[in-house]
């Protein structure tokens, strides 16, 4: 008989299950809604940005609200009406008929040579035009024209009334000549602007909406709970920009559709190709604010960063005037930025109507940023 308080437990045979060796306690992978981490991931960042109504006014009604005021501030408009003085004397009246002419596009008024280079002083004219005494006409110089030469509204007035003050001392022109004024769609400043505004969304939306929230949520600690998970850094980083693209279709789509509607925005080229360029855009501007986000971990340095990144191509991208207004010396590096050949490849298809393989150059510039940044990013990234 074996003795319970001494003797040690006896073991069950080997072949028993319970004399098995635990396995490796592997808990299961569960997925919310049971897709895919990449799907979910995806799924969660579009869930998380339309609870921010803010976030809503950003990505659509802000780029609306720049179209309208830009095009409302530089629409076609008629002759510029520049204003004119003219010094009171025997001959003012005859000069201001003679100046009062639609075709002149001059408002004047009759004032006293002191109140007259008082508003001219103060900006409240354009021009002030004085009879010269006898005795300084017989020097040379019957009109006396008061104007500021930095100013190129006041230079305007000045050849303006010129033109019209010789025409009535009987000057005959030599040549009949005929204007042709401009006024199609496709030549006005709007149509310059809209794929530029267009492309700068992108930037935006890419470098802000990607970039940020990535710091973002390293701030919240909720990448090292990914680190935890089977989430490759590959599928985490896709999903991300995946998310973003999401928001790019309607966005672009809405922006057209109200160029259209309110300015009558055309398309000269194909819009499968505006469509291609949009995509390859928002991918590499996604990469890019991927690759900032890669290592920073404040809201400070993040926001730093994309300001500093931001503003060169804000300002010598061509986006709201030529970039070839900048020294020569410059533009082969204002081309190389990222957001150059993009607004180049929009207008060229847009408004020249060329086709994607015209705009070789600039495909090859977006693509390069696109695979290199997204290669640097998933290779230099952090969870933490």
Same mark, same amino acid.
């Given at each position: 008989?074996?003795?319970?308080?001494?003797?040690?437990?006896?073991?069950?045979?080997?072949?028993?299950?319970?004399?098995?060796?635990?396995?490796?306690?592997?808990?299961?992978?569960?997925?919310?809604?049971?897709?895919?981490?990449?799907? $979910?991931?995806? !799924?969660?960042?579009?869930?998380?940005?339309?609870?921010?109504?803010?976030?809503?006014?950003?990505?659509?009604?802000?780029?609306?609200?720049? &179209?309208?005021?830009?095009?409302?501030?530089?629409?076609?408009?008629? /002759?510029?009406?520049?204003?004119?003085?003219?010094?009171?004397?025997?001959?003012?009246?005859?000069?201001?008929?003679?100046?009062?002419?639609?075709?002149?596009?001059?408002?004047?008024?009759?004032? =006293?040579?002191?109140?007259?280079?008082? %508003?001219?002083?103060?900006?409240?004219?354009?021009?002030?035009?004085?009879?010269?005494?006898?005795?300084?006409?017989?020097?040379?110089?019957?009109?006396?024209?008061?104007?500021? =030469?930095? %100013?190129? $509204?006041?230079?305007?007035?000045?050849?303006?009334?010129?033109?019209?003050?010789?025409?009535?001392? #009987? !000057?005959?022109?030599?040549?009949?000549? !005929?204007?042709? &004024? /401009?006024?199609?769609? +496709? #030549? %006005?400043?709007?149509?310059?602007?809209?794929?530029?505004?267009?492309?700068?969304?992108?930037?935006?939306? #890419?470098?802000? +909406?990607?970039?940020?929230?990535?710091?973002?949520?390293?701030?919240?600690?909720?990448?090292?709970?990914?680190?935890?998970?089977?989430?490759? !850094?590959?599928?985490?980083? /896709?999903?991300?920009?995946?998310?973003?693209?999401?928001?790019? &279709?309607?966005?672009? &789509?809405?922006?057209?559709?109200?160029?259209?509607?309110?300015?009558? *925005?055309?398309?000269?080229?194909?819009?499968?190709?505006?469509?291609?360029?949009?995509?390859?855009?928002?991918?590499?501007?996604? #990469?890019?604010?991927?690759?900032?986000?890669?290592?920073?971990?404040?809201?400070?340095?993040?926001? +730093?960063?994309?300001?500093?990144?931001?503003?060169?191509?804000?300002?010598? =991208?061509?986006?709201?005037?030529?970039?070839?207004?900048?020294?020569?010396?410059?533009?082969?590096?204002?081309?190389?930025?990222?957001?150059?050949?993009? *607004?180049?490849?929009? %207008?060229?298809?847009?408004?020249? +109507?060329?086709?994607?393989?015209?705009?070789?150059? $600039? *495909?090859?510039?977006?693509?390069?940023?696109?695979?290199?940044?997204?290669?640097?990013?998933?290779?230099?990234?952090?969870?933490?």
């Amino acid at each position: 008989m074996r003795d319970t308080a001494t003797d040690p437990p006896e073991l069950p045979p080997p072949t028993s299950p319970a004399a098995r060796p635990p396995a490796e306690f592997r808990p299961p992978v569960v997925t919310v809604g049971g897709g895919a981490p990449f799907v $979910e991931l995806v !799924r969660s960042r579009l869930l998380e940005f339309f609870r921010e109504p803010e976030a809503l006014f950003w990505v659509y009604g802000f780029p609306l609200l720049m &179209i309208l005021s830009l095009g409302i501030a530089f629409r076609q408009q008629p /002759l510029q009406q520049l204003r004119v003085d003219i010094a009171s004397g025997p001959r003012a009246a005859a000069d201001a008929e003679a100046l009062s002419m639609k075709t002149a596009g001059l408002r004047v008024g009759v004032v =006293s040579a002191a109140d007259a280079r008082e %508003r001219l002083r103060t900006g409240r004219c354009d021009l002030v035009v004085e009879r010269a005494a006898e005795a300084d006409a017989a020097d040379g110089g019957d009109v006396i024209f008061r104007f500021d =030469s930095s %100013r190129p $509204e006041s230079v305007l007035a000045r050849d303006r009334a010129n033109d019209s003050l010789e025409r009535a001392a #009987g !000057r005959r022109d030599l040549l009949t000549v !005929r204007d042709a &004024i /401009l006024d199609a769609p +496709g #030549g %006005r400043y709007i149509d310059f602007l809209v794929p530029g505004l267009m492309a700068l969304s992108l930037l935006g939306g #890419g470098l802000w +909406g990607v970039g940020f929230a990535v710091v973002e949520m390293r701030i919240r600690k909720l990448l090292k709970r990914f680190l935890a998970t089977p989430l490759r !850094r590959w599928q985490f980083l /896709l999903a991300v920009m995946a998310g973003r693209m999401l928001f790019v &279709i309607p966005e672009m &789509i809405l922006l057209l559709a109200f160029a259209r509607w309110m300015f009558d *925005v055309r398309i000269f080229g194909s819009p499968w190709a505006v469509a291609l360029l949009l995509a390859l855009g928002a991918t590499a501007f996604a #990469g890019i604010g991927l690759l900032v986000a890669a290592r920073a971990k404040t809201l400070e340095a993040i926001s +730093g960063a994309l300001n500093l990144i931001m503003l060169p191509m804000w300002l010598g =991208s061509g986006v709201f005037f030529s970039r070839e207004r900048y020294p020569e010396w410059m533009q082969p590096c204002l081309r190389f930025l990222p957001l150059t050949p993009l *607004v180049d490849a929009l %207008r060229g298809v847009m408004l020249e +109507g060329r086709s994607l393989a015209a705009c070789g150059e $600039e *495909v090859a510039i977006i693509s390069a940023w696109a695979i290199l940044s997204f290669a640097i990013a998933l290779r230099v990234f952090r969870w933490q």
